[in-house]
T-cell receptor, first 116, second 113 residues
Framework: NAGVTQTPKFQVLKTGQSMTLQCAQD?????MSWYRQDPGMGLRLIHY???????DQGEVPNGYNVSRSTTEDFPLRLLSAAPSQTSVYFC???????????????FGPGTRLTVT | AQSVTQLDSQVPVFEEAPVELRCNYS??????LFWYVQYPNQGLQLLLK??????LVESINGFEAEFNKSQTSFHLRKPSVHISDTAEYFC???????????FGAGTRLFVKA
């Protein structure tokens, strides 16, 4: 049981480039989310999904796209990278609230992204 | 809207001393409350949670937190810390029936020998 996996671990982009951060989970969790972590700001929710084909925006969605075609995968796309997107990105999964699950989130190891 | 305030950004403490990390939240509805811990260069992992029932919840490694509804607080305590407790601790809140978990800014606990 690998839990939540993220690739790549590190990435450097130039301003204007695009890329996709990969996230996968093998726990059959309905709920998946993407956060960014910046010093002194905790984790801020970018996008989340409550099941395949269903996504919604979090607190800081601008500049990011997501899709959820399978239960297991939830990629995050940066459309045109900007220095303000330099951050550590975490993917998390859990049973969907209200389905009788335990509500806590399981986090991946993170992707450290630098935009120059 | 929900929000979470962690009142201390850094807490230095000597080994074997007690510690309290403070967390206050605001929400117009009932909530679930969590403490997560992040060790250096790792993702977050659950430390303990309050869903319902007893307001005092404990973790397997000696931490405890008490849900105080009237003060909208969920402070984390440990009576005697170890060097290995050095980490960043995040308080989080989820509205019952909601989908968005909101995190505080984090408290960095530094345990000194």
């Amino acid at each position: 049981n690998a839990g939540v996996t993220q690739t790549p671990k590190f990435q450097v982009l130039k301003t204007g480039q695009s890329m996709t951060l990969q996230c996968a989970q093998d726990m059959n969790h309905e709920y998946m989310s993407w956060y960014r972590q910046d010093p002194g700001m905790g984790l801020r929710l970018i996008h989340y999904s409550v099941g395949a084909g269903i996504t919604d925006q979090g607190e800081v969605p601008n500049g990011y796209n997501v899709s959820r075609s399978t239960t297991e995968d939830f990629p995050l796309r940066l459309l045109s990278a900007a220095p303000s997107q330099t951050s550590v990105y975490f993917c998390a999964s859990s049973y969907a609230p209200g389905t009788g699950g335990s509500y806590e989130q399981y986090f991946g190891p993170g992707t450290r992204l630098t935009v120059t | 809207a929900q929000s979470v305030t962690q009142l201390d950004s850094q807490v230095p403490v000597f080994e074997e001393a007690p510690v309290e990390l403070r967390c206050n939240y605001s929400s117009s509805v009932s909530v679930y409350l969590f403490w997560y811990v992040q060790y250096p260069n790792q993702g977050l992992q659950l430390l303990l949670k309050y869903l319902s029932g007893s307001t005092l919840v404990e973790s397997i490694n000696g931490f405890e937190a008490e849900f105080n509804k009237s003060q909208t607080s969920f402070h984390l305590r440990k009576p005697s810390v170890h060097i290995s407790d050095t980490a960043e601790y995040f308080c989080a809140v989820l509205n019952t029936g909601g989908f968005k978990t909101i995190f505080g800014a984090g408290t960095r606990l530094f345990v000194k020998a």
